[in-house]
């Protein structure tokens, strides 16, 4: 976690996933981007901050003052896969489709993906499906206006993830910032 608890008295290692909410391009509103600064300030304290990625600790060491030799990258770990076969999910159309996996937070870009599909109109080449937990604090893909062309799974099990993987035409990842 990135608050290094005030008062500690011994020594810390926090963890920061990324730089996200430092990034103007991500769209955050000043006022968050501002108490996320603020909150990165205890970290000056700790004695080592541990991210997921080069990347996350490229930008880290880019927004904060946090030195370089302090900083370390500790990668995710991937899951066994799970045995058992993959299954087809519930509403995917049996046309080729594109796919995007990921939830519908701003800095996903759905926005863009969404505009694309709908300016391609009904001869869109591929149908696009998009899998994966839904904020309702954020529009998805039908609320953008995505068009007749696409899909919105929500949230699915992991084997019905491994199906769309294996199945999909094409994985597209519109990401503003990761």
């Not at 608890?5 to 103007?24: F, I, K, Q, R, Y």
């Not at 926005?111 to 109109?121: I, K, P, T, Y």
């Amino acid at each position: 976690f990135y608050l290094r608890p005030l008062g500690a008295g011994v020594p810390s290692v926090l963890t920061l996933h990324d730089a996200m909410h430092l990034a103007p391009e991500v769209g955050a509103p000043a006022r968050v981007r501002e108490l996320f600064r603020l909150a990165l300030a205890f970290t000056a304290r700790a004695e080592a901050v541990v991210t997921s990625s080069e990347f996350s600790r490229t930008e880290i060491m880019r927004r904060t003052f946090l030195p370089a030799e302090r900083l370390s990258v500790a990668p995710l770990g991937t899951p066994e896969r799970e045995a058992g076969e993959a299954s087809r999910p519930a509403g995917v159309p049996e046309a080729p489709f594109a796919l995007v996996v990921g939830g519908n937070r701003p800095h996903k870009n759905l926005r863009l993906l969404a505009r694309v599909w709908r300016e391609s109109g009904a001869g869109a080449p591929l149908v696009l499906v998009s899998a994966g937990a839904v904020d309702g604090r954020f529009p998805g893909l039908e609320e953008l206006g995505a068009g007749p062309r696409a899909v919105s799974l929500g949230g699915v099990a992991e084997a019905e993830l491994r199906w769309l993987y294996a199945h999909a035409t094409l994985l597209l990842f519109p990401t503003r910032y990761e």
